[in-house]
């Protein structure tokens, strides 16, 4: 059974590049056939989508983030990442990774979330 | 890609149902069988509730189900319990594999 596992700094300065790792454990990030989600809660509001990656097919991104976000996969040490950009206070929040399998549409595993804090 | 649209809250008495609705367009709740609902307890991750709009995956009691009609979505909770207690968040594929939350829902067990 699949398992997420997120990791990364809790306090990140504004104006930089804020740095997330998913680990997946109990199975293969290359071919196990899912989309590798990262979804995230800013303090007391909603879940946003941020994007997700297909391994050797391709990289989706929310529109709304403006570009400022990068996903990509590490297939050795089976691990995810997501790269945020210009963060500014707005990006504080509980990130979470999730996969969906290929053919599914919904989010059908998740980590347990790492909050981060975007102050300088 | 704007948020799908929730009640803030809801509430009822134990026993009693439920139903909280998820309002989008026909580019995402509209347009696409593929609305998922997820139930969240403080501090918790989303826990996958009903999905492609009206399935229950194994292990989600019966009284949950949902429906569409439209560019809305709705999750019915029957037989409201304690431990129902949560936010509610709706999800809808949005087209080129992209997908769009609502803001949650609270559902309060009197």
């Known amino acids: 059974q699949l398992q997420l596992q997120e990791s990364g700094p809790g306090l990140v300065k504004p104006s930089e590049t804020l740095s997330l790792t998913c680990t997946v454990s109990?199975?293969?990030?290359?071919?196990?056939?899912?989309?590798w989600d990262w979804i995230r809660q800013p303090p007391g509001k909603g879940l946003e989508w941020i994007g997700s990656?297909?391994?050797?097919?391709?990289?989706y991104y929310n529109p709304s983030l403006k570009s400022r976000e990068s996903i990509s996969v590490d297939t050795s040490k089976k691990q995810f990442s997501l790269k945020l950009s210009s963060v500014t206070a707005a990006d504080t929040a509980v990130y979470y990774c999730?996969?969906?399998?290929?053919?599914?549409?919904?989010?059908?595993?998740w980590g347990k979330g790492t909050t981060v804090t975007v102050s300088s | 890609q704007s948020a799908l649209t929730q009640p803030r809250s809801v509430s009822g008495s134990p026993g009693q149902s439920v139903t909280i609705s998820c309002t989008g367009t026909s580019s995402d709740v509209g347009g696409y069988n593929y609305v998922s609902w997820y139930q969240q307890h403080p501090g918790k991750a989303p826990k996958l509730m009903i999905y492609d709009v009206t399935k229950r995956p194994s292990g989600v009691p019966d009284r949950f189900s949902g429906s569409k009609s439209g560019n809305t979505a709705s999750l019915t909770i029957s037989g409201l319990q304690a431990e129902d207690e949560a936010d509610y968040y709706c999800?809808?594929?949005?087209?080129?594999?992209?997908?769009?939350f609502g803001g949650g829902t609270k559902v309060t067990v009197l």
């Open positions: 109990g199975g293969s990030i290359s071919t196990s056939g899912y989309y």
């Open positions: 999800c809808s594929y949005a087209g080129s594999y992209t997908w769009v």
């Open positions: 990656i297909y391994y050797g097919r391709g990289t």
């Open positions: 999730a996969g969906a399998r290929v053919g599914n549409y919904y989010k059908d595993v």
